[in-house]
């Protein structure tokens, strides 16, 4: 299993700090195709793209493709995590509501820049973090820090601060006259929420969460929270960029 999440890790962070226009020919002991395990394949990479699997009799390698020896180890495909934070960590370590009020942004981006890159040394190529519950747009940043080689990590797609109902997110307090950072963005009405949803969009969102339901109101339940009317104007603005 080391020596699958090696290989994973040097596929994406290795490679993308190369040239570009660069072709490798990998040479596994076997590929898994995410079905089958195949003997003797390998993987002809472009350009971080995957360009053929396969046997090497019937792939046209070209001339000037490196050959990349990879004896005892199996390739397989990144894995992709489909809903994570990496600007939080376990809640047994420092519950939610002090990491928001207690933790500055530069050491919540440090942490999440070290999670990253343990999320890709866990076999995880690409990831959807949703929310940096607090930490602002630190998503969009440590995204382009990825991206051109400066920290290791997968691949992300950010939701950024996400969208809450006024009075539905925490952290809360009884004192009016507090200012207490929230771990979403707060908006109203279709208007107030076609204008977080373009917002966002424009500080490098990927995709636009909101939060349809929480524990709010006088029974604490889970209620809803935004109106059909505002849910759909969120959808439609996403959908229109």
């Known amino acids: 299993m080391k020596k699958i999440l090696v290989i994973l890790l040097s596929l994406f962070a290795a490679f993308q700090v190369r040239a570009q226009d660069k072709i490798y020919l990998l040479k596994p002991d076997r590929v898994f195709d995410g079905e089958q ?19 090497e009799s019937k ?4 001339a000037g493709a490196e050959k990349i020896a990879l004896q005892g180890t199996t390739l397989m495909p990144g894995m992709i995590e489909g809903h994570s934070h990496l600007f939080l960590h376990p809640y ?3 519950s939610w509501n002090d990491q928001v ?9 440090a942490r999440a ?30 995204k382009a820090a990825i991206e051109k080689g ?5 691949r992300l797609l950010v939701a950024t601060k996400a969208i809450v109902a006024t009075g539905s997110y925490q952290p809360k307090s ?8 929230k771990g979403a963005e707060e908006a109203d009405g279709v208007e107030g929420v076609t204008h977080a949803v373009r917002s966002q969009i424009g500080y490098g969102a990927d995709v636009i969460k909101l939060y349809a339901d929480y524990r709010w109101g006088l029974n604490k339940h889970p209620e809803p929270t935004f109106s059909i009317e ?12």
């Open 37 to 55: 395990m195949h003997p003797n394949w390998v993987v002809l990479v472009k350009s971080n793209r995957i360009e053929a699997a396969g046997e």
């Open 59 to 62: 792939i046209a390698v070209p």
């Open 92 to 94: 047994n370590e420092v």
């Open 101 to 109: 009020l207690t933790e500055s942004r530069a050491e919540r981006t």
């Open 113 to 142: 820049t070290a999670h990253a890159a343990a999320t890709l040394m866990a076999g995880f190529t690409t990831a959807r973090d949703l929310g940096t519950e607090g930490a602002s747009y630190d998503d969009v940043g440590l």
């Open 150 to 154: 400066v920290v290791p990590g997968p």
């Open 174 to 181: 009884t004192v009016t006259e507090a200012i207490i950072p």
């Open 230 to 241: 505002e849910l759909k104007a969120a959808v439609e603005t996403a959908h229109n960029s």
